[in-house]
């Protein structure tokens, strides 16, 4: 059905879709190649949300070039959108644009479309086609596809630790133990979260900034803080410098008054508070998760945290992916990478599955989902 030059015009527009890795939360990262008398007349990936979908941008770079796209071949890396959200429907502008074929390399998991567009497509006498390199299309876009499918975001839970599991000192001193390339391949994997969730024991003992700093980036994800009690500090770098994205402070409860209070002065500074107690009085973190993806619209969360949130989100079975950096060295005593209750049995353990391995300096990164 395909042939390889289909799959090479088509791995061209799976390079335009990671192109929007950083830029097109929270839709999805797709890429297009328009393709007449086996070259390519046109390019495009999807723009900063409310800006122009992939097959948009590719059509506007068809006629920049001084091109028609009429018996054109579409090469794009999403289902084309049949719903007018903040863009009209990019079915719309490829009907009009006339081209002889579109291959798509996966269905739209948005219940909006989820076939429609390809439908519309055909009626317009256009030929489609739908799933070439459909598993590389999908892994530009877990989160997106999370969220239509689960309900949930994409959980990644990133930790650098030493050989022998220990995340910092006994005395909680962490800075650094991997080096700048590792810390590097962290930030790539920051700028395309759409949050940054932590605790507010990470934000009191390393202060961290949790902001997007060693790749470039036009666009810096929200910062999550998982905070029982109010009890992060005004001053602290991670609430700082909100102007390009916000921050959401995570409570229990808010139902006394110095809770209230405490809420107000966080209110007045621009960040936002909301409570979600499970039955220990503590916040309810799948919960959470669910309002991040069902309300607020957000894909993929990055997790960097202390060995307590870790391990209650390990427990609760929050986590989709880990990202572990391990520095070649021993620490010895120190505080391991997530708080977890003895196994009684090996039967109660979590089973992940290793998806690749890179070396980024002298630190080894591992990635993993669960079996």
């Known amino acids: 059905m395909y042939t390889a030059v289909d799959r090479q015009f088509m791995s061209e527009a799976l390079a335009e879709a990671q192109k929007a890795l950083y830029l097109s939360n929270p839709n999805p990262r797709v890429g297009c190649v328009i393709v007449k ?32 796209p009429v018996g054109s071949t579409v090469y794009v890396t999403l289902e084309p959108c049949n ?35 390809l439908e519309r497509l055909k009626a317009a006498g256009i030929d489609v086609r739908c799933g070439l390199l459909e598993s590389e299309a999908q892994a530009v876009n877990q989160g997106f596809i999370s969220r239509m499918t689960r309900g949930l975001p994409w959980v990644r839970l990133k930790m650098a630790a030493s ?39 990470t934000v009191r003992e390393d202060d961290p900034s949790l902001n997007v700093r060693d790749v470039e980036t036009e666009r810096q994800p929200w910062k999550i803080i998982v905070d029982s009690k109010l009890e992060t ?16 402070l995570v409570c229990a409860s808010l139902d006394s008054q ?44 990055h997790v960097e945290a202390g060995f307590k949130l870790n391990g209650s989100l390990l427990r609760e079975d929050c986590v989709d992916e880990l990202l572990l950096y391990y520095a070649p060295f021993f620490m010895g005593e120190g505080i391991g990478m ?28 591992l990635r993993l989902c669960k079996k």
């Not at 133990?177 to 507010?200: K, Y």
């Not at 977890?340 to 980024?360: A, E, G, K, M, V």
């Open 338 to 365: 997530a708080n977890i209750s003895p196994l009684t049995s090996l039967d109660q353990r979590q089973d992940w599955q290793l998806i690749d391995q890179s070396l980024f300096g002298s630190d080894l990164r």
């Open 83 to 117: 719903h007018t959200g903040r863009t009209p429907p990019c079915v719309d502008a490829l009907i009009a644009a006339k081209p002889a074929m579109v291959i798509a390399a996966m269905s739209d998991p948005n219940p909006l479309v989820g076939g429609k567009g």
């Open 258 to 301: 110095e809770s209230q209070q405490k809420a107000r002065v966080f209110e007045a500074l621009g960040i936002e508070v909301i409570a979600m107690a499970n039955a220990h009085g503590k916040v309810d973190l799948p919960k959470l998760f669910a309002y991040l993806a069902k309300e607020r619209h957000m894909n993929e969360i």
């Open 233 to 248: 500090p005004l001053d602290a770098k991670v609430l700082q410098n909100l102007d390009q994205a916000g921050a959401i």
């Open 163 to 201: 050989l022998d599991g220990k995340t910092a000192l006994p005395n909680g001193q962490s800075q650094w133990i991997t080096g700048p390339l590792a810390r590097a391949d962290g930030h790539h994997w920051r700028a395309q979260a759409c949050a940054i969730l932590t605790g507010v024991g």
């Open 37 to 68: 008398g086996g070259e390519v007349i046109g390019r495009g990936y999807t723009q900063k949300v409310g800006a122009s979908h992939a097959e948009v941008q590719a059509l506007a770079d068809v006629t920049s070039n001084g091109f028609d």
